[in-house]
């Protein structure tokens, strides 16, 4: 009897808006499983999400009888995001994965990883029209990289009340690369811009310039963004645990086993700053979507940019190259490679995309610490 009476309990207690929450948490399932969209973390987003909508869930933290009782997620949130530790462990996975080979061959495509962040910038702009705070637009404003754990990382240092709906959308959008790129990408391109074909000259790189890099890049990017050099340091440690030779073991573990833990714990921690009454907020579908201007912009930014090359260049280069200079490695890359193949069946461009890809990672890495720089906490 005394279960009936806290099942009943508990339905009185229910609230519509943490229904909605449950129907949100199961799209987010659906898309993770039957659209395969970024399945590590959308999955437990969305279970999460359901999770801690449950009426009184002892999942998050509770008042009872004025005495705060912790949840799991929520101790979770303070030790793994509240401190910036999960993405900050997130980049020493994606540094290890990344091959900085094609940049170091043509140092050149830097450039247009750099002209990709435009959206960032414009939309920090925008959102601050629209009347957000400016520690928030900003934190908004990083979702158009494409990037979670810079995303993560500045909303966190900001402190955000949006942060669930930021991370939500960065993901998001990572994952619908393939969907919203290809229609911005050709409505800025003419047929004969996207068959320009490209010579790829194969430049061996020496392994100790692919380990001087990453120590390079480190100290640089401390001179001009002080506050940039944590998210930059874990990316690009990783990086040389791939590329030192001598911890082969390490560098599997951060390549797989390390990137797959994180997003795991990562995906189920969010979920603490996805409860209704937080969450089900008409701001909520405005970061949306300019969380999607953002994006559209940055891939813009990166296309006219190479067409504004293509004016002065002798050589001319194939424009949908510039929009591989978003974060979403490698999906971007791949996308515009396969836009190539599509006009011309024997046009390659990957090896430009992943040279471009990967440097969009680093500049959306430092366009974030510029951010934090410029605005105080």
């Not at 705060?68 to 101790?75: D, F, K, T």
């Not at 303070?78 to 980049?91: Q, R, S, T, Y």
């Not at 930021?166 to 996207?194: D, F, G, N």
């Not at 790829?200 to 990453?214: D, E, G, H, L, M």
Request: glycine share 10%; proline share 5%.
């Amino acid at each position: 009897m005394e279960g009936l009476s806290s099942l009943f309990s508990n339905v009185l207690n229910l609230d519509i808006k943490q229904v909605i929450m449950w129907i949100i948490g199961g799209i987010l399932i659906y898309l993770a499983i039957k659209k395969k969209m970024e399945p590590t973390l959308l999955l437990p987003i969305g279970f999460g999400a359901i999770l801690v909508n449950l009426p009184l869930s002892g999942a998050v933290d509770q008042v009872v009888d004025g005495v705060v009782q912790e949840g799991p997620i929520s101790v979770l949130f303070n030790a793994g995001i509240a401190n910036e530790l999960f993405p900050l462990l997130l980049f020493v996975g994606i540094g290890a994965m990344i091959d900085f080979g094609p940049l170091l061959s043509n140092p050149k495509l830097m450039i247009f990883g750099a002209a990709a962040q435009f959206g960032i910038f414009f939309t920090l702009s925008m959102a601050s029209l629209f009347g957000f705070e400016l520690k928030d637009a900003a934190s908004i404003a990083i979702i158009g990289a494409a990037d979670g754990p810079t995303s993560i990382f500045v909303a966190n240092y900001f402190g955000t009340k949006y942060i669930g709906a930021i991370i939500v959308a960065a993901y998001s959008y990572m994952a619908l690369v393939p969907i919203v790129q290809p229609p911005i990408i050709k409505l800025l391109t003419t047929k004969k811009e996207r068959r320009i074909r490209m010579e790829y000259t194969s430049k061996n790189v020496s392994r100790t310039a692919k380990i001087i890099f990453p120590i390079f890049v480190t100290i640089l990017t401390g001179l001009i963004a002080p506050n940039a050099v944590a998210l930059i340091g874990f990316l690009m440690f990783g990086n040389l645990i791939r590329e030192c030779g001598v911890l082969k073991s390490l560098s599997e573990t951060a390549q797989s086993v390390l990137p797959n833990l994180v997003t795991l714990f990562l995906g189920l921690t969010i979920a603490a700053r996805m409860q209704a009454d937080a969450f089900l907020d008409p701001q909520t579908l405005l970061i949306l979507g300019l969380g999607l201007v953002a994006f559209i912009f940055d891939t813009a930014g990166g296309v006219l940019f190479a067409k504004l090359i293509n004016i002065f260049a002798k050589k001319k280069i194939n424009p949908m190259i510039g929009a591989a200079g978003i974060s979403a490695f490698p999906m971007s890359a791949r996308v515009v490679h396969k836009l190539g193949l599509e006009e011309d069946s024997s046009n390659f461009l990957l090896t430009h995309t992943i040279g471009i890809n990967v440097s969009g990672q680093i500049a959306s890495v430092i366009a974030g610490g510029l951010i934090l720089n410029l605005i105080a906490r």
